[in-house]
């Protein structure tokens, strides 16, 4: 049960963030969809909060599987603050839409650098945070490629989606890759109460 | 002594933070002064920053008459911390003016829930903050349809008032809840060496 | 070699930061390069990284040699998190570029003064921030009134540079204050396992 309990929590977490940081950039007009083939969730087409709850999953389930050792060990309360700062780096950024493109990265950037070395400043998680920012800006050019949604003229200079994508996906890498055993600790340190 | 010079320094930082957080509302134009039947403080007509300051001290009195245990034991450095963070939210949301609603609140309200988890993770720091995320946006929607102040055409989409301003009391009143403890604690350390 | 390899990280340190912190303000046109007697790197001109790491190196040297006590001892990952965290500072200060004064002073003073009290909040690095919010400032109006540079109508007001200009070199250098010694202990644990 306890594996399912703490796949179905990070499932939660990621669609909940990604559902409420997708209608920031809705909201801010940085992104739009285009492909109008599922129903709506607040702002977003359907496909796109669980797609997002799909890859937190995957990267949290990489972070446990690697068993790589973490420099910080993190537990649930942990988990709250660090969705709550990726969370909020995700409405910055639409925020920050029409600023110069050197703000906005250079600003997203040491947010998730310090992200990164607050959560857990290990190797694993700098893995997981690097392929995070590559593999999610990637997914998201296919995307744009395949018309299911654009992002706006003013912020779409990275191959069609916007300059700072690959730091807010290397912060939420960060975070997600050790969020699969926050959750653990804390059923463990609950059962042993 | 101690209680009365603990009251006074919360009093204090309330004042400050009020009158220095509301400066800013005045300046971005989020808000406005319509009765002038006192004088002005800053930007402030003097009755405001009594009233923020009062609160905070009726937060901080409640947290500490409450008893409730805390998860996360404060100190003074973490009060001066504190404060300082609540006071950054309140500038920041002066900053967010013209921002679509959805944009202000999920981002104040994600900052507003990791400041709860990281200053006190408590269900006595939660239902204070909830206590005055109610209570504060209520006292204003009052002082709005007394015409004391009000707020700008684009930011009253609550019954008056700035649709963020919850998760700005939220964040203010989680930090208020442990502050009379945390005072306390660094007289104790100090009389202890 | 082991003080000439602190130097060597903090030097280079500041070199990032102040390049890509005046990278965002040039981009924002909050600052422009008047004088082009020297070659650029990004958008700088290159005697501005220069400068700033020299500053930095500097300040961190005097909180070495002033040998007061720390509050909070910090390592190398504490200097990756403080240098990310200033140059977060410095790329907001360009998007806050037309907001009004009290807006942007209290905004980057608050979290100032929590970037000072997280980081360590003892009498020395509070001496040097005070330091730096002083002397930064100064030595940019005299790069300003030489014509090296100038900072755009909207945020000239303090004496030529922005008003918020001392917030940034307070926080930056509270952080430099405890860089070398942060770094110490990194090579100490290190060279211990």
Same mark, same amino acid.
């Given at each position: ?82 969705? +709550?700062?990726? *969370? #909020?780096?995700? !409405?910055?950024? @639409? $925020? ?6 050197? &703000?906005? %990265?250079? =600003? ?14 290990? +190797?694993?998680? *700098? #893995?997981?945070? !690097?392929?995070? @920012? $590559? ?6 050019? &296919?995307? %744009?490629? =395949? ?14 989606? +916007?300059?700072? *994508? ?5 912060? @939420? ?21």
């Amino acid at each position: 049960m306890a594996p399912l309990r703490s796949a179905a929590i990070i499932f939660a977490l990621g669609f909940g963030v990604g559902l409420a940081g997708d209608a920031c950039h809705v909201a801010s007009g940085t992104t739009t969809y285009e492909w109008d083939g599922v129903p709506e969730i607040w702002k977003s087409r359907a496909w796109f909060p669980f797609l997002v709850a799909g890859a937190v999953l995957l990267a949290a389930w990489s972070g446990r599987q690697a068993g790589l050792p973490e420099r910080r060990v993190r537990g649930p309360v942990d988990v709250v603050i660090g969705a +709550a700062v990726v *969370l #909020a780096l995700y !409405a910055l950024t @639409a $925020v920050l839409r029409g600023q110069p493109a050197t &703000v906005s %990265v250079v =600003l997203t950037g040491a947010i998730a650098v310090a992200v990164w070395a607050w959560w857990d400043p290990s +190797a694993g998680a *700098l #893995a997981i945070a !690097a392929a995070a @920012a $590559v593999a999610g800006p990637l997914a998201e050019i &296919v995307l %744009v490629e =395949l018309d299911a949604a654009s992002y706006a003229a003013d912020s779409d200079d990275l191959g069609g989606v +916007a300059p700072w *994508l690959p730091c807010l996906y290397f912060a @939420a890498g960060a975070v997600a890759s050790g969020m699969w055993r926050a959750i653990e600790a804390g059923q463990g340190s609950q059962s042993r109460r």
